[in-house]
């Protein structure tokens, strides 16, 4: 918000302004033209001058703001357009694609890890690069009950969020093995999946999410919802999973997509308490 004495500092150059030619033009009717000529050069100089050039810039940064504002007001009622409740996928799916999804949310443990573990789906994140979003790299992720858990990235912790390591908290033992691996592009993969897909917008605050049912018939929607972190909420409302905080707006997709607890307290019951 603009303090009253800011807002009416940022109009006073408008004001001078119109004055300045309400005074011209009234000195020229009058036929006092020598004056009028005086106000023009007065007010040519005044405008070369520093303050003039202040003047100048207090109108054109006013005149920029109310543009922009217009525009993020356009931007906001199309995001608006974007949405569609989420429903419930038509199968049972054994894998789940995280394609250009930002997973550095308020969630503590990695989103990959944590749904891993606790649906048993195998979980694939793709990272896009550029203004293009070309293809960078993918990784999947999969848990599984092993007595062996060595070699590579794999591990039987779940690792952290920045977030977490903000909290210094500690990556978490879990009762599986979570084997990660780097695999080739798998963007025109036709295994069954659920996928949820970010949708470039241009503006961080109208980013929308779609999530569909990728199948070798193509892909069915089950919904756009657009997650606003400033505001800690998910447009459209989801009904939340019990224990799943809606800031984590990463968990609270898949938990409603799947029907699945999905909270830092579900993933608790796979925790292994280990001896110093």
Same mark, same amino acid.
């Given at each position: 918000?603009?303090?009253?004495a800011g807002f009416f500092l940022l109009l006073l150059?408008?004001?001078? +302004?119109?004055?300045?030619?309400?005074?011209?033009?009234?000195?020229?009717?009058?036929?006092? +033209?020598?004056?009028?000529?005086?106000?023009?050069?007065?007010?040519?100089?005044?405008?070369?001058?520093?303050?003039?050039?202040?003047?100048?810039?207090?109108?054109?940064?006013?005149?920029?703001g109310i543009k922009l504002g217009k525009l993020a007001?356009?931007?906001?009622?199309?995001?608006?357009?974007?949405?569609?409740?989420?429903?419930?996928?038509?199968?049972?799916?054994?894998?789940?694609?995280?394609?250009?999804?930002?997973?550095?949310?308020?969630?503590?443990?990695?989103?990959?890890?944590?749904?891993?573990?606790?649906t048993g789906m195998r979980v694939v994140t793709i990272?896009?690069?550029?203004?293009?979003?070309?293809?960078?790299?993918?990784?999947?992720?999969?848990?599984?009950?092993?007595?062996?858990?060595?070699?590579?990235?794999?591990?039987?912790?779940?690792?952290?969020?920045?977030?977490?390591?903000?909290?210094?908290?500690?990556?978490?033992?879990?009762?599986?093995?979570?084997?990660?691996?780097?695999?080739?592009?798998?963007?025109?993969?036709?295994?069954?999946?659920?996928?949820?897909?970010? +949708?470039?917008?241009?503006?961080?605050?109208?980013?929308?999410?779609?999530?569909?049912?990728?199948?070798?018939?193509?892909?069915?929607?089950?919904?756009?919802?657009?997650?606003?972190?400033?505001?800690?909420?998910?447009?459209?409302?989801?009904?939340?999973?019990?224990?799943?905080?809606?800031?984590?707006?990463?968990?609270?997709?898949?938990?409603?997509?799947?029907?699945?607890?999905?909270?830092?307290?579900?993933?608790?019951?796979?925790?292994?308490?280990?001896?110093?």
């Amino acid at each position: 918000m603009i303090p009253a004495a800011g807002f009416f500092l940022l109009l006073l150059p408008i004001w001078s +302004i119109g004055v300045i030619c309400l005074l011209f033009f009234g000195l020229l009717i009058f036929g006092r +033209i020598p004056y009028a000529i005086g106000v023009a050069m007065s007010a040519i100089a005044g405008a070369l001058s520093p303050l003039g050039t202040l003047s100048m810039w207090s109108v054109s940064a006013v005149s920029e703001g109310i543009k922009l504002g217009k525009l993020a007001r356009e931007l906001m009622e199309k995001c608006a357009t974007d949405y569609v409740p989420l429903k419930k996928p038509s199968a049972k799916y054994d894998l789940i694609v995280l394609d250009d999804i930002d997973t550095g949310g308020e969630q503590n443990y990695d989103v990959a890890d944590t749904v891993a573990v606790l649906t048993g789906m195998r979980v694939v994140t793709i990272t896009r690069v550029g203004l293009d979003f070309q293809f960078s790299e993918a990784w999947e992720t999969m848990a599984e009950h092993s007595n062996s858990c060595v070699g590579g990235r794999d591990s039987a912790k779940v690792r952290l969020t920045p977030r977490g390591s903000q909290r210094s908290m500690a990556p978490l033992v879990v009762d599986v093995c979570l084997r990660r691996t780097k695999i080739p592009d798998p963007s025109r993969n036709q295994t069954p999946a659920i996928v949820l897909r970010n +949708i470039p917008s241009g503006a961080d605050y109208c980013r929308v999410t779609e999530v569909v049912e990728h199948m070798e018939s193509g892909d069915v929607e089950l919904g756009r919802v657009h997650p606003a972190s400033y505001q800690q909420r998910i447009y459209p409302n989801p009904v939340l999973p019990k224990d799943v905080p809606q800031d984590s707006w990463l968990l609270v997709l898949p938990s409603e997509v799947l029907r699945q607890d999905l909270s830092e307290k579900a993933l608790m019951a796979h925790a292994v308490t280990t001896k110093k």
